[in-house]
């Protein structure tokens, strides 16, 4: 059965990477969380998608410009009603709310365009000290730090997350030695696809997925979870589908 998986949360009715989200994520019945994470100034693990804090708070400047605390400072809210004065959380916060949910959580590295030192370790010590490896996907679109991750004996799954339409991505990933592929929904070409990365051990998760018959089609070709915006909407989907409607 294909998870339901919360891209950044339940971003569409909670601001996005915020506790609010992913406790939503969690009442709703999500089968798992993603979250995207970065580096401030002073070394602190937090959870933000943009490299720069200008869409999702009323700040403006890159997240790496930020203390911890001037970073909380800000309101993460981005507009959503009935959320003004949330904060960017840390990594500790998120995994202090989301441990004891027993959920799968997808923790991406955004280090692309910033590759922050020491984010794979400090991760990977977090994950460590909650002893959470066996449930948690390590996933990012550098794949330098997939390759770091595993020389610092990362034992969760790693996940390959890219943005191209890579030809037979199964090849690619086995050389990375990866144990997922993340690749955006458009670029799943049907089922004899997901088998072919299926015989090849991967797992496979596209994102993101909100549509109905977008979620059928994923459903139907059996990925193994979706990223999607809308859990509650994507866990009816699945009902739905699995009733044979
Ligand atoms: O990890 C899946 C998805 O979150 C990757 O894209 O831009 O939403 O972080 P993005
Ligand atoms: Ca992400």
Do not use: C
Not at 77 to 99: H, K, W
Not at 135 to 157: C, D, E, I, M, P
């Amino acid at each position: 059965m294909t998870e339901i998986w919360a891209h950044r949360g339940a971003r569409r009715e909670a601001p996005e990477n915020t506790l609010p989200a992913f406790e939503l994520a969690v009442t709703q019945g999500a089968d798992g969380v993603e979250f995207d994470v970065q580096l401030t100034a002073d070394g602190a693990v937090v959870i933000i998608h943009d490299e720069a804090v200008d869409r999702s708070t009323n700040g403006s400047g890159p997240v790496v410009g930020f203390t911890l605390d001037k970073l909380q400072r800000l309101d993460a809210s981005a507009g959503v009603a009935g959320y003004a004065g949330v904060r960017i959380p840390t990594l500790a916060d998120t995994l202090e709310l989301l441990v004891p949910s027993g959920l799968r959580l997808n923790i991406e590295l955004k280090n692309s365009e910033e590759d922050y030192p020491g984010l794979e370790e400090q991760v990977l010590a977090a994950v460590a000290a909650h002893g959470i490896a066996d449930r948690v996907v390590l996933s990012t679109f550098n794949h330098y730090s997939l390759k770091r991750l595993q020389a610092l004996g990362a034992t969760s799954q790693l996940g390959m997350l890219y943005t191209d339409p890579l030809y037979k991505p199964w090849r690619y990933a086995a050389k990375l030695g990866v144990g997922a592929i993340h690749p955006p929904a458009r670029f799943v070409l049907g089922a004899g696809w997901v088998r072919r990365a299926h015989e090849a051990g991967l797992a496979v998760r596209p994102w993101v997925v909100n549509s109905d018959r977008g979620l059928a089609r994923m459903f139907h070709w059996g990925v193994d979870a979706v990223f999607t915006d809308v859990p509650a909407a994507a866990l009816t989907a699945r009902e739905n589908h699995s009733a044979g409607d």
